[in-house]
T-cell receptor, first 115, second 117 residues
Framework: DAGVTQSPTHLIKTRGQQVTLRCSPKSGHDTVSWYQQALGQGPQFIFQ???????QRGNFPDRFSGHQFPNYSSELNVNALLLGDSALYLC??????????????FGEGSRLTVL | AQKITQTQPGMFVQEKEAVTLDCTYD???????LFWYKQPSSGEMIFLIY??????QNATEGRYSLNFQKARKSANLVISASQLGDSAMYFC??????????????FGSGTQLTVLP
C-alpha cells in the first residue's frame, strides 16, 4: 500500500519564478492538505482540498494556490517566489470519515530553495 | 497567544532511559485532539500517538505514552527505554474540533531529541 508520495523531492528556483509541487495521497484517501515547514520550525497549514475544492485555508497570500484532480492527487503552486518561500513543503492525506487518531498521513516533502 | 508551546528546543537522553517531552496547548474548544509526530532527517512526519479531549485514559502506543493533564492544558510525551533510532525532531500538534474533524493541525516548534549511547 503506497503511502503519500510527493515530487519533486528537491528543487532550486530563483526569486520571481513559479513552482509546482505534486502530491499523490495514500490509497483510499480523498482529502489533501499542504503544510509549509521553514527551517527549524513546525509545519504551518497552507490549505486543504476535498472534492476538488479548497475547503480551508491558512494565513498564506494568494501567491499560494492549489488544485485537486479527480483521482484525488493535488498540486501546490507558488508564484512570484520570494527568498522566504524556501522551506520543506509537506503534503498530508486523510479520509474525512476516519475517527480519532492517525488520520493524517504525511509524505516526505518537497524541499524548495529560492535563491 | 501560541496555540501549542514546546519549551524544550533540545533534549538529551541516555539509551535505555525514559524521557519526557513537554507540550502545552491553548484552546477554547471543548472537543479537540492532541497529536505527537516524529520527524527524522528524511523529513517525513511519522504519527506516534493521539489523545482526544474526552478520552479519560492517557493514550499509550508501545514505548510511547501521553501524559494528558487537561486542567493544566498539557500533553507531554513520554518515551520509555529510549533507543538510538529515537533521535529525531518531535512535534506536538493540536486539531480543534471533534474526531474526524477536517480542521487543520497546529504544530509546536518542536523538540530535537538526541539519544546518547
Amino acid at each position: 500500500d503506497a503511502g503519500v508520495t510527493q515530487s519533486p523531492t528537491h528543487l532550486i528556483k530563483t526569486r520571481g519564478q513559479q513552482v509546482t509541487l505534486r502530491c499523490s495521497p495514500k490509497s483510499g484517501h480523498d482529502t489533501v492538505s499542504w503544510y509549509q515547514q521553514a527551517l527549524g520550525q513546525g509545519p504551518q497549514f497552507i490549505f486543504q482540498y476535498y472534492e476538488e475544492e479548497e475547503r480551508q485555508r491558512g494565513n498564506f497570500p494568494d501567491r499560494f494556490s492549489g488544485h485537486q484532480f479527480p483521482n484525488y492527487s493535488s498540486e501546490l503552486n507558488v508564484n512570484a517566489l520570494l527568498l522566504g518561500d524556501s522551506a520543506l513543503y509537506l503534503c498530508a492525506s486523510s479520509f474525512p470519515g476516519q475517527v480519532g487518531a492517525g488520520e493524517l498521513f504525511f509524505g516526505e516533502g518537497s524541499r524548495l530553495t529560492v535563491l | 497567544a501560541q496555540k501549542i508551546t514546546q519549551t524544550q528546543p533540545g533534549m538529551f537522553v541516555q539509551e535505555k532511559e525514559a524521557v519526557t517531552l513537554d507540550c502545552t496547548y491553548d484552546t477554547s474548544d471543548q472537543s479537540y485532539g492532541l497529536f505527537w509526530y516524529k520527524q527524522p532527517s528524511s523529513g517525513e512526519m511519522i504519527f506516534l500517538i493521539y489523545q482526544g479531549s474526552y478520552d479519560e485514559q492517557n493514550a499509550t502506543e508501545g514505548r510511547y505514552s501521553l501524559n494528558f493533564q487537561k486542567a493544566r492544558k498539557s500533553a507531554n510525551l513520554v518515551i520509555s527505554a529510549s533507543q538510538l533510532g529515537d533521535s529525531a525532531m518531535y512535534f506536538c500538534a493540536m486539531r480543534e474540533g471533534g474526531p474526524g474533524s477536517a480542521r487543520q493541525l497546529t504544530f509546536g516548534s518542536g523538540t530535537q531529541l538526541t539519544v546518547l549511547p
